[in-house]
């Protein structure tokens, strides 16, 4: 337990990687903390479509972009090798919330393994866009979703980052 709350601890998100791809082994860890995230109803509404082709993540890399009003060429997802799309059933009442405790896991579980990860925002519009229709058509998902967030992942060029100092009056604690 105590490993969990460290690793909780000490996660930072990372902005540069290294182009070496991550292992099916370590895709499935992530993706399965993502899977057992806690959900409203246990309804499981978040879907994650994990992208690892190049092409598509430099076609989706600049919608994000482009969204963001970034300059061209802006790579809003740090040259990571593996973004993982998710996106959640529009009929879910916590749709949104539950895709990012699926997000929180993974990037939790990232860490845990060694891997960089980072949460880039902007799914949303991803997937009102013609392209993210596509990408949710070529994974094989119909009917209505939102974007929730994408997850970076990679193994991290430069280490990690160091701890980040908190705001004060971070919390009271009424009793």
């Given at each position: 337990m105590r490993e969990t709350v460290e690793d909780i601890k000490?996660?930072?998100?990372?902005k540069e990687y290294s182009k070496e791809q991550i292992t099916d082994e370590e895709l499935m860890q992530v993706i399965e903390a993502g899977m057992n995230a806690p959900?409203?109803?246990?309804?499981q509404?978040?879907?994650?479509?994990?992208?690892?082709n190049r092409e598509w993540i430099d076609r989706l890399c600049a919608l994000n972009a482009k969204?963001?009003?970034?300059?061209?060429?802006?790579?809003?997802?740090?040259g990571a090798p593996t973004v993982i799309v998710v996106a959640a059933d529009a009929s879910s009442p916590d749709a949104?919330?539950?895709?990012?405790?699926a997000i929180g896991n993974m990037l939790?579980?990232?860490y845990a393994l060694g891997l960089g990860g980072r949460w880039i925002n902007r799914a949303d519009g991803m997937l009102e866009d013609e392209l993210g229709k596509q990408l949710l058509a070529e994974a094989g998902y119909e009917g209505e979703?939102?974007?929730v967030g994408n997850v970076i992942?990679?193994?991290p060029a430069n280490g990690f980052p160091g701890p980040l100092a908190h705001k004060e009056n971070y919390y009271k604690i009424i009793r």
């Open positions: 000490n996660r930072r998100s990372v959900s409203g109803g246990n309804r509404p978040a879907v994650f479509i994990v992208v690892q969204i963001a009003g970034a300059p061209a060429g802006w790579d809003v997802f740090y949104v919330k539950d895709g990012s405790l939790n579980a990232a979703y939102i974007g992942l990679g193994y």
